[in-house]
């Protein structure tokens, strides 16, 4: 079992920038690729990016990229997500993921843990 908690949402003028973290517990460290998803009101959950197990690989969901920038610390257990360049349309919950297939975050699989999301307001 894999434990995941967000942190750094909140409130943020556009422009602005926010760096989430996602702090994993459980089996960790390198054994997972690791991910951001986000979930506006009214809408789906959508792929923002992922990272690879080593941080080899990454990928960024056209919307955020030149803007966002996913990281992780291995020796932390942690992952982040830098966000700059703020727009309004950017306004969701932010979830992290955990999955063993990086590919998964790729064709829209399942993810095999996740965590319980922290909200990023942007206002105009």
């Known amino acids: 079992q894999v434990q995941l908690v967000e942190s750094g949402g909140g409130l943020v003028q556009a422009g602005g920038s926010l760096r989430l973290s996602c702090a994993a517990s459980?089996?960790?460290?390198?054994?997972?690729?690791m991910g951001w998803f986000r979930q506006a009101p009214g809408k789906e959950r959508e792929f923002v990016a992922a990272?690879?197990?080593?941080?080899?690989?990454?990928d960024y969901a056209d919307s955020v990229k030149g803007r966002f920038s996913i990281s992780r610390d291995n020796a932390r257990n942690t992952v982040y997500l830098q966000m700059n360049s703020l727009k309004p349309e950017d306004t969701a919950v932010y979830y992290c993921?955990?999955?063993?297939?990086?590919?998964?975050?790729?064709?829209?699989?399942?993810?095999?843990?996740w965590g319980k999301g922290t909200l990023v307001t942007v206002s105009a």
């Open positions: 993921a955990a999955d063993s297939l990086y590919m998964d975050y790729i064709t829209g699989r399942g993810m095999d843990y």
């Open positions: 459980g089996r960790t460290g390198s054994s997972y690729a």
């Open positions: 990272i690879s197990k080593s941080g080899s690989r990454i």
